[in-house]
């Protein structure tokens, strides 16, 4: 694994000419495109055949691929992804969906265990290529446990790949990667991103590498890091700083494992400030760990701590409005950044 | 003969590592699978080479019978390099042979029930005819994963065989306690599936059963239970001296030996040939894999990624 990656502006990977679509449909294209090239790529998940999905993200695929590679589960969460486990042993390539990324806890011993160290514990005779998509965030009143961003958590256990898209084009682009990848790779889809459409390129080549940070908005003052759907917050974060003088640069790492850390460094030795914005809990979240790679890494650029703007340390309430107030606004990085440039 | 040549190899590569451990503070656990040897070969002697193997922890005859190399297999035990996890296992659970199809194990009991289901789940899609056996202990058979994999196996009649190795104690807990049923096998019924209890010390008989639920997976037709009903001979690790026993700890004594039972048809200057070969293809390997370097530290950071 290189942590190493580079820079790119995101859609500018195909010569042809992008179409604007919907996060959701990229992603259904990125199934429909990698079912088609591998005959080995198939999916299973609870109502992801008849039904397309809870979100409708795999409407279509049963009709085209069939029962034996769209198979609909019982709610068995355990076999979804410990199933998939024991099927990339036998040769296939499984990317099953739990419905929320919040019930990796009730597969915990499949993804923590057995999808992140069976390679590693048999001596590399293994690969272990799976995808989980785990649709994550806020959506507007899912509750406690439909709600949350738990990317940290897998970022935590080594052996396994984590996935953060926060476009269209990424969305479809980090799929395919995933899907290509010899290891298991946890796909972080933010529910609240869905039907956000974009430019997509029409390309079935269209393929983000893993470890490649976007620099969703160039800028000279102070770095955001964001990811999924903090990027779009960033950025018009961003648009509202730049009259009052601040130009602000918003770095979307794509992937967390790997980090493409040099990027963000990158940034920072040009900027001398950064802030880092996400959705999930404060405590030990992933902007804690890019706060300490970077002070590692760069303490004598940094003019300032390094700041971050976070989820709250508390169970996400179901009230659609009282959830929002759990996460950042963009007044809220606005007024991080504000504070942080003036340090 | 092949059968009985299996089981006394097996058998002598237990008593050589019991022998290792007592010796020489061996600082693992071993999992002594001594006295369940027959039923692991019965049943490994019905798959063929290519059908997929989950093992559970108790002894490596399964491993053998599939066709991994007994150096491998010790080397894994003692850390060597040479052992089939290149130095990484140092114990006893974590040996695997991709090329005999043997898949490995999880440190969860009963991991292996629903990665077990997948893996027919792929056979299945891939139309290989490959069968899955899974084993697994009376004690493993209380994890919720059991649920979930019978289920969607047989809802899919997917090609896997279940073989609980039934020896009446999960480390201190005696089976007796822990089911409401007397058989394991009775929990088949629920999942529309056949569950058939077969004598474990009788490796014919477990060999026929097996077969038979070999050939119906094969057919199409999902999976099977099979309860081999055996003995633990030994405690849950070898120096575990159960306090938690009320009834005689066997030590040594193993009732209607697997083992006696096979050679009784098979002439004696035959049996005795068998058994010495055995005995130094035991010797000779695990010597080999005591000689063999140990991992070095660099080890720790191979095979995180592919």
């Given at each position: 694994m290189t942590?190493?990656?580079?820079?790119?502006?995101?859609?500018?990977?195909?010569?042809?000419?992008?179409?604007?679509?919907?996060?959701?449909?990229?992603?259904?294209?990125?199934?429909?495109?990698?079912?088609?090239?591998?005959?080995?790529?198939?999916?299973?998940?609870?109502?992801?055949?008849?039904?397309?999905?809870?979100?409708?993200?795999?409407?279509?695929?049963?009709?085209?691929?069939?029962?034996?590679?769209?198979?609909?589960?019982?709610?068995?969460?355990?076999?979804?992804?410990?199933?998939?486990?024991?099927?990339?042993?036998?040769?296939t390539v499984p990317v099953v969906e739990l419905q929320f990324a919040d019930?990796?806890?009730?597969?915990?011993?499949?993804?923590?265990?057995?999808?992140?160290?069976?390679?590693?514990?048999?001596?590399?005779?293994?690969?272990?290529?799976?995808?989980?998509?785990?649709?994550?965030?806020?959506?507007?009143?899912?509750?406690?446990?439909?709600?949350?961003?738990?990317?940290?958590?897998?970022?935590?256990?080594?052996?396994?790949?984590?996935?953060?898209?926060?476009?269209?084009?990424?969305?479809?682009?980090?799929?395919?990667?995933a899907i290509r990848d010899p290891d298991p790779v946890l796909f972080f889809e933010h529910k609240g991103l869905y039907r956000v459409k974009g430019p997509v390129p029409e390309s079935d080549?269209?393929?983000?590498?893993?470890?490649?940070?976007?620099?969703?908005?160039p800028g000279a003052d102070l770095t955001v890091v964001a990811t999924g759907l903090m990027v779009d917050r960033a950025v018009a974060a961003a648009e509202q700083l730049a009259p009052r003088g601040i130009d602000v640069e918003v770095i979307d790492p794509r992937t967390l494992v790997p980090l493409d850390i040099d990027t963000i460094v990158a940034s920072v030795e040009r900027t001398h400030r950064l802030l880092v914005v996400h959705e999930a809990s404060r405590t030990a979240g992933f902007g804690a760990e890019i706060a300490a790679q970077v002070q590692e890494r760069a303490f004598f650029a940094l003019d300032a701590p390094v700041w971050r703007v976070c989820g709250t340390d508390t169970p996400l309430p179901q009230d659609p409005e009282l959830e929002q107030a759990c996460i950042p606004s963009t007044d809220d990085i606005v007024t991080a950044a504000l504070a942080l440039a003036a340090i | 003969m092949e059968v009985y040549r299996q089981v006394v190899t097996i058998r002598f590569a237990e008593l050589r590592i019991r022998e290792h451990v007592e010796k020489e503070g061996f600082g693992g656990f071993w999992h002594p699978g001594i006295g369940q040897e027959g039923l692991q070969v019965g049943a490994v002697s019905a798959m063929q080479d290519d059908d997929y193997l989950y093992y559970a922890h108790r002894g490596l005859g399964y491993a053998y019978a599939k066709g991994m190399a007994l150096e491998a297999l010790f080397g894994d035990l003692l850390g060597r390099r040479t052992g089939s996890t290149g130095g990484k296992g140092g114990g006893t659970v974590h040996f695997a042979?991709?090329?005999?199809?043997?898949?490995?194990?999880?440190?969860?009991?009963?991991?292996?029930?629903?990665?077990?289901?997948?893996?027919?789940?792929?056979?299945?899609?891939?139309?290989?005819?490959?069968?899955?056996?899974?084993?697994?202990?009376?004690?493993?058979?209380?994890?919720?994963?059991?649920?979930?994999?019978?289920?969607?196996?047989?809802?899919?009649?997917?090609?896997?065989?279940?073989?609980?190795?039934?020896?009446?104690?999960?480390?201190?807990?005696?089976?007796?306690?822990?089911s409401p049923t007397e058989h394991v096998a009775d929990r088949a019924a629920a999942y529309g599936m056949p569950g058939v209890v077969v004598d474990g010390q009788d490796a014919m008989a477990v060999h026929d059963v097996t077969s038979e639920a070999i050939d119906r997976a094969r057919r199409g037709e999902g999976p099977t239970l099979v309860e081999a009903k055996t003995l633990r001979i030994r405690g849950h690790y070898e120096g575990d001296r159960q306090p938690y026993r009320d009834d005689p700890v066997l030590g040594d004594e193993i009732p209607d030996d697997p083992v006696h039972r096979l050679g009784e048809d098979i002439a004696d200057d035959v049996r005795r040939g068998i058994e010495a070969e055995a005995r130094t293809l035991v010797?000779?390997?695990?010597?080999?894999?005591?000689?063999?370097?140990?991992?070095?530290?660099?080890?720790i950071f191979e095979d995180v990624w592919a």
């Open positions: 942590t190493t990656g580079t820079a790119t502006t995101g859609t500018a990977t195909s010569t042809e000419t992008d179409r604007v679509i919907g996060y959701s449909r990229a992603i259904n294209e990125a199934l429909a495109e990698e079912m088609r090239r591998d005959e080995r790529v198939w999916m299973m998940g609870q109502d992801i055949g008849r039904l397309g999905g809870v979100f409708g993200l795999t409407r279509g695929l049963l009709e085209e691929f069939g029962p034996l590679r769209v198979r609909d589960t019982a709610i068995n969460e355990t076999f979804i992804v410990g199933g998939a486990a024991g099927a990339a042993l036998a040769g019930f990796l806890f009730t597969a915990a011993d499949e993804i923590f265990h057995k999808l992140a160290k069976w390679r590693y514990m048999h001596g590399g005779q293994f690969t272990m290529p799976v995808v989980v998509r785990l649709p994550s965030g806020v959506v507007g009143g899912a509750g406690a446990e439909h709600s949350q961003s738990l990317e940290t958590i897998a970022m935590h256990v080594a052996g396994l790949k984590v996935a953060v898209p926060a476009t269209p084009a990424d969305a479809k682009g980090l799929l395919k990667a080549e269209h393929v983000v590498p893993f470890g490649s940070a976007r620099i969703a908005r | 042979d991709a090329s005999r199809h043997v898949l490995g194990q999880g440190g969860t009991l009963g991991s292996s029930f629903v990665m077990g289901a997948g893996t027919a789940a792929a056979s299945q899609l891939l139309g290989d005819g490959r069968v899955t056996v899974v084993f697994f202990g009376d004690g493993a058979s209380g994890r919720g994963t059991w649920h979930e994999a019978a289920l969607q196996a047989s809802v899919w009649k997917l090609p896997v065989v279940w073989i609980c190795e039934n020896n009446g104690w999960a480390l201190s807990a005696r089976f007796t306690e822990q010797e000779q390997a695990f010597d080999a894999a005591l000689a063999a370097p140990r991992a070095d530290r660099s080890v």
